[in-house]
């Protein structure tokens, strides 16, 4: 009976650091869905998509995935009982394609956001990948494109995890290209759906 108390007890604790992850306000931008969880990984898990775009009528200009991963016997890689597990994308300019730090930007970008929000981390990994597209054929109208996609972990050093969230979706519009709100500004909530 005592381990179902203990369990039950993980699940309530869980549930209040998804409330208040529900609580975070992003830029109006930002278009935030919970999606279905991973569901292998770790006993407690949720996970949100976004999406960036200057109004619900027009293109996207980035997309991501956060997810938030919960597992009480604290797995040795993550260094901690919570790892959140990042997606980003966007497409870029062409003449980036060939910029040797882009990479190094990407990752900045993040780090930066992180810290920025005040959110305090450990054990960060991932990768920054260009993805270069020319079309040929029936495609050569479309010319080059350039996306930039952000994978990355990290172990929260605190549960509160609504700087991460906030961290995570100022990145997301750094990589869509969309101008930081100037100091004293607060962004209205996004939409939710």
């Known amino acids: 009976m005592g381990s179902k108390n203990a369990s039950s007890d993980i699940g309530s604790h869980f549930s209040r650091v998804v409330r208040e992850l529900e609580t975070v306000r992003l830029r109006p931008e930002v278009s935030l869905t919970e999606v279905p969880a991973p569901g292998r990984i770790a006993p407690y898990s949720v ?65 930066d956001s992180l810290a920025e929000a005040g959110a305090e981390f450990t054990a960060e990994a991932g990768t920054v990948t260009r993805v270069l597209s020319q079309g040929f054929g029936g495609l050569a109208d479309n010319g080059t494109t350039v996306e930039m996609e952000i994978r990355a972990s990290w172990t929260p050093t605190t549960e509160d995890l609504t700087s991460h969230l906030q961290a995570w979706g100022a990145m997301l519009c750094t990589i869509a290209g969309l101008p930081p709100l100037p100091e004293g500004v607060v962004a209205l909530p996004g939409q939710r759906r």
Not at 96 to 107: F, R, Y
């Open 47 to 111: 996970a949100m998509t976004a999406e960036v775009a200057n109004s619900p009528d027009d293109d996207e200009l980035a997309s991501g995935r956060f997810v938030v991963l919960h597992d009480p016997s604290c797995p040795e890689p993550w260094a901690g009982a919570w790892r959140i597990v990042t997606f980003a994308r966007a497409e870029l300019e062409p003449e980036l394609a060939s910029d040797p730090m882009l990479g190094e930007v990407g990752w900045t970008w993040l780090i």
